[in-house]
């Protein structure tokens, strides 16, 4: 695949992780950058497993605070920190874009897992729903509703005329109406099909298809998908030629 604006699926998995599939991770090239949506464990094992390296991501974006899409932030940071000075090199650094309290965490996380006090790499922490641009790539994060612990954020990424988003986990409490503004038109939706029946906390196929259905999806991506109900997704995917079906390695061009 030549294309400039392409997702490689490094976890389309839940909070346990199975031998077909990893918790939370795709890896988008786009512009001659690379995007990290989401980090969570095992997705630097699972970069190298895809022919990418740890350097690779320019931006890492968290879409919330639960482990399954954010433990591997600190590790990736840490990890290229470390690289970095066996090979004698300048940091990269990188830019981390999430909901509010972002920074603080990685600072809570640092009095655990990283206590030394000098050392350290280049950070641009971005917080809550806001709008940047990157070159020629146009980053929107807007709010989401998954859990009220703490805020989550979902992310829209447009290139060329062509848009993707990604929302992240999501629940029936967020506004379907404001959802299907957002997700009007995109040539793709990456977005989570984790429970049979709908939740305060999560999607389910049948929310998915409604909303490809009245937001005029060009093509979903169904990932976060627990193995109870891998059937009842294959189907659905099966069925309609909008929907692909999230399995790990998988790579799409935009």
């Known amino acids: 695949m030549t294309s400039d604006f392409q997702l490689t699926i490094l976890g389309s998995g839940t909070m346990p992780p199975t031998k077909e599939r990893n918790p939370s991770g795709f890896l988008v090239k786009v512009g001659g950058k690379y995007i990290l949506l989401d980090a969570g464990h095992g997705i630097l094992r699972r970069l ?5 390296s740890i350097q690779d991501p320019d931006i890492l974006f ?66 809550g729903p806001k709008k940047i641009k990157i070159g020629k790539i146009n980053i929107e994060t807007f709010a989401v509703h998954h859990v009220k612990w703490f805020k989550s954020v979902g992310i829209i990424i447009k290139y ?30 990456i977005t989570e099909a984790s429970y049979e029946m709908p939740t305060p906390n999560h999607f389910t196929i049948g929310q998915v298809k409604e909303l490809v259905e009245k937001s005029d999806v060009k093509k979903v991506l169904v990932v976060h998908i627990r193995p109870q109900h891998l059937k009842r997704v294959e189907e659905v995917c099966k069925d309609n030629p909008k929907f692909i079906l999230g399995i790990d390695g998988k790579k799409i061009s935009i």
Not at 48 to 52: E, K, L, V
Not at 98 to 103: F, V
């Open 160 to 189: 060329q005329g062509k848009k993707i988003i990604y929302t992240g986990d999501i629940g029936t409490n967020h506004d379907f109406r404001e959802l299907i503004k957002i997700c009007k038109n995109a040539d793709l939706l």
């Open 48 to 52: 190298t497993d895809y022919g990418h």
């Open 62 to 127: 968290v879409s919330h605070f639960h482990t399954d899409h954010f433990s591997d932030a600190f590790a990736l940071v840490h990890s290229r920190w470390v690289e970095d000075n066996y090979n004698f090199r300048k940091h990269k650094g990188i830019k981390i874009i999430g909901p509010d309290g972002l920074k603080k965490r990685f600072k809570l996380w640092r009095k655990i897992f990283w206590v030394e006090p000098k050392e350290k790499y280049p950070l641009n922490f971005l917080e």
